[in-house]
């Protein structure tokens, strides 16, 4: 099928691990749609309450200048206060050649953690020749799990770089 790649993992036996499988389906067969999609195998020793598996579906449509994205992710081991489930949603519109602007969130839910940790930011990128400036501002609420107001942040970035 045009668009389709599939992929496959094993790794063996160690001395103190299982063996473990992924496998993996990449499928780019409408133009700028991107759907993957990703199983493995999670081992951290020879017992089944650190055993388990981890999950990844990411979607992605470029229509124009705008590009969305979604990502989910669950990893899910026998210890249940271990699992955790990451859900993403970025929106970047690209105003000209040299400029685009990124809105972005994530959300990670972690059993057994009174509040999720949540987390957003808007991104501006400017290119010219060999230049790039950037700047974001950033927000964590929960950023640890919990409800102290230590775990909340906000963060502005500057950057700059050259290529010669």
Known sequence: MDGLTVTASFAPKGATTESRTGFGVNYTGVEGLSIK????DVVKGN????NGD???LNLSYAYGPITVAYSDMAYDIGTA???VDTTALKV???VS????VSYAQETIDRDGDPTDAEYEGITAAYTTGGMTLSAGM???DSANFGTDTNQDYE???LGASFAF
Do not use: F, M, P
Request: avoid cysteine; charge should be negative; proline fraction near 0%.
């Open 81 to 83: 206060t271990a699992d």
């Open 47 to 50: 017992t089944d309450t650190a």
């Open 54 to 56: 981890s999950t990844v």
């Open 92 to 94: 970047t519109y690209t």
């Open 37 to 40: 999609y990703a199983v493995a």
């Open 138 to 140: 950033y927000e964590a």
């Open 97 to 100: 050649d040299e400029l685009s």
């Open 155 to 157: 963060k502005w970035t």
